[in-house]
């Protein structure tokens, strides 16, 4: 599996964006994808995840409330949209797929056997 992400860019804090992560090939139910960021200086970090089959989501701390998953079937495709971004969520963010992945580690980047290239976020103050 092949992943592709995109929708980054240069947003004022407050502003939004939505990157999209589209893998190559039909996902089995078994898969979780995930977007992880990491900032200069910084370990990468869990940002959001969503269970192919059932859609669950689960969602950082820092950016519940904030980020909303969705997904395209028919595209393969996992949309994040960030609302009221703000400075700190400057990062470069991946997309991740991974397969029967349990709850208990869902936020480990370890947990993920796919992923793709990272896609530059910068929120200006």
């Known amino acids: 599996v092949q992943l592709q992400a995109s929708g980054g860019g240069l947003v004022q804090t407050g502003g939004s964006l939505r990157l999209s992560c589209a893998a190559s090939?039909?996902?089995?139910?078994?898969?979780?994808m995930g977007w992880f960021r990491q900032a200069p200086g910084k370990e990468r970090e869990f940002v959001a995840a969503?269970?192919?089959?059932?859609?669950?989501?689960y969602y950082a701390a820092s950016v519940k409330s904030r980020f909303t998953l969705s997904r395209d079937n028919a595209k393969n495709t996992v949309f994040l949209q960030m609302n009221s971004l703000k400075p700190e969520d400057t990062a470069v963010y991946y997309c991740?797929?991974?397969?029967?992945?349990?709850?208990?580690?869902?936020?480990?980047?370890?947990?993920?056997?796919?992923w793709g290239r990272g896609t530059q976020v910068t929120v200006s103050s």
């Open positions: 991740a797929a991974g397969s029967t992945i349990i709850v208990s580690q869902i936020v480990p980047a370890d947990s993920y056997t796919h």
């Open positions: 969503i269970r192919w089959s059932a859609r669950t989501t």
């Open positions: 090939e039909q996902l089995s139910s078994r898969y979780v």
